[in-house]
């Protein structure tokens, strides 16, 4: 799906919110003047003990907002078993998911919420902003290959050499004897990795961006003290799953390629000295989902001392716009002479560039708990866990048909929270 009928579908909701009867508009429209609550701005007043509240349930109301740094697991994909760009045997092994899709792999992600609770005649209400992202996901296979050039005897690096200082004594200087241009140079690890090939082939590449849009609704207290606040909205969610498979294949003058071992039965292997031309070959695939769905949740407070336990239940539903882009690109190195110490003599690439679309609908889960302990009157600091399952409609891999999968993440939280 564009960003252009994105922007048009959230226009849309928003014509809509705005249209609301003048009479109702306080209610269903969330919107609000920043000074709409009488605040004292107090952050940081002392907590109180639970004894001032006489064991009535505290309702907190006015702008609250949190946030959350998650480590957090994310399911791998399941095995495309796509080959190998060179079609070598020593490569077979690295497959999408060699121990089967419910692995989790684990990153890092961020969660804020931003929203308000009015006091009304009826019943509290408000809105909710909430915003998470997991950024990875980057695991993967990787072979670090040497190119046919790989030393270079006029590159001596880094020399330690003797020197006399004028009191006779000796002593040691760090000289760097390096050579330009960059890629000459010998040294494997950043910066210098010219003489080196990165060869990456993905297990886990994926990354997740979320933002939602609730109105709550405040119910009377229960019987124990628990308070329940239900609400619903519209979420969109993006999806990014990445799929690569790399490799190299070298040629002699003749445009033969020596085989790699283990050779078939009736091979006759060419020498590796006798190459000249190398590829680097790189088959890079993107799965771009992008969902927008309707959202039904509840939320349960209690209070116990000060002490705040909180459980949220989201489920959702909606259609997800998915697209499929595949990067197929080769890098190819013309050398002047055989194996070690020849020089280049021209670097050639080729780039092809394929795409395709369709959609499929998504259902998920988001489900949190969390304790958190009051600090302050209005900063708590919490802790807590975060599940958060997409139960089917998610394309990954290589393959434009394999668009219903399951993408589970699952892990833990901690931040703070003020007034809620």
Known sequence: MSSRSILSVVGALGIVVTLASVAAAQHYQPFIEPGYFNHDLQFFAPASDIDTYDGDVVLRTGWFGSYNRMYIGLSRPEDANYPSVVDAPR???????????????????????????????????????????????????????????RVNEDDEGFV????????????????????????????EGPPNRWRFYDVT????????????????????????????????????MKFEDRFQRQGIQVYDEDGFSPLMPPFPPSSVPMEFLDVTTEDFISDQFRFTNQMITGQLGMRWLRRVSRWNLTAEFRAFGGQNYQHLSRTYQVDRTYYDGQGTGSEVD????????????????VVGTDIRAVAAYEITRDIKLECGVQFLGLFTGIGRGPY???NSEAVTAVGTTFGFTVNR
Not at 100 to 117: A, H
Not at 133 to 142: S, W, Y
Not at 160 to 187: F, M
């Open 160 to 187: 330690v050499q003797e020197t006399d200082d004028e009191g006779g004594g000796g002593g040691d200087e760090n000289l760097e004897d390096t050579i330009n241009p960059p890629s000459d140079r010998n040294d």
């Open 346 to 361: 021209a670097h050639v690439k080729y780039k092809q560039t394929q795409g395709w679309n369709t959609n499929e609908t």
């Open 400 to 402: 434009i048909d394999a």
């Open 91 to 149: 490569y077979d092994v690295l497959v999408t998911n060699p121990q089967g899709s419910d692995l989790l792999d684990m990153t890092w992600g961020n969660r804020w919420d931003l929203g308000y609770i009015v006091d009304d005649v009826d019943h509290d209400h408000g809105w909710l902003v909430s915003y998470m992202n997991i950024g990875g996901p980057n695991v993967g296979q990787h072979l670090i290959q040497e190119k046919l050039n």
């Open 201 to 236: 082939n993905s297990l886990n590449f994926a990354s997740l961006n979320s933002v939602e849009l609730n109105k709550l609704f405040r119910l009377d207290p229960l019987h124990d003290g628990g308070i329940l606040e239900p609400f619903l909205g519209v979420r969109y």
